[in-house]
């Protein structure tokens, strides 16, 4: 089982960019993605996961309306697209297996991939 972020980079604020978690060794839609980010200084953090099926989606409040994750099962990948980038925003960020609940728990996730930097200027 392995995770690999990518498509991290530099962004403007008010930018957008996707990341991408490519799945090997199992096939992502019969498991629970999460993805988590990192800020300098901070603690990791959920920020959004999709469940086993499609209709399972959260996303913390910080990113909602601004960030999509979704699922290509051709392409055995999981995407988070982002939308209208913050300074804040930037940060390492993590995709995971899981399971995917309201409040996207770091706890409840395991495998986790590398992660890929994300970085915005204002």
């Known amino acids: 089982v392995q995770l690999q972020a990518s498509g991290g980079g530099l962004v403007q604020a008010g930018g957008s960019l996707r990341l991408s978690c490519a799945a090997s060794?199992?096939?992502?839609?019969?498991?629970?993605i999460g993805w988590f980010r990192q800020g300098p200084g901070k603690e990791r953090e959920g920020v959004s996961c999709?469940?086993?099926?499609?209709?399972?989606?959260y996303y913390k409040d910080f990113v909602k309306g601004r960030f999509t994750i979704s699922r290509d099962k051709a392409r055995n990948t999981v995407y988070l697209q982002m939308n209208d980038l913050k300074p804040e925003d930037a940060a390492v960020y993590y995709c995971?297996?899981?399971?995917?609940?309201?409040?996207?728990?770091?706890?409840?996730?395991?495998?986790w991939g590398q992660g890929t930097q994300l970085t915005v200027s204002s």
């Open positions: 999709i469940g086993t099926t499609d209709s399972t989606i």
């Open positions: 995971a297996t899981g399971a995917c609940t309201y409040n996207i728990r770091q706890i409840l996730f395991g495998s």
């Open positions: 060794g199992f096939d992502v839609s019969s498991v629970a």
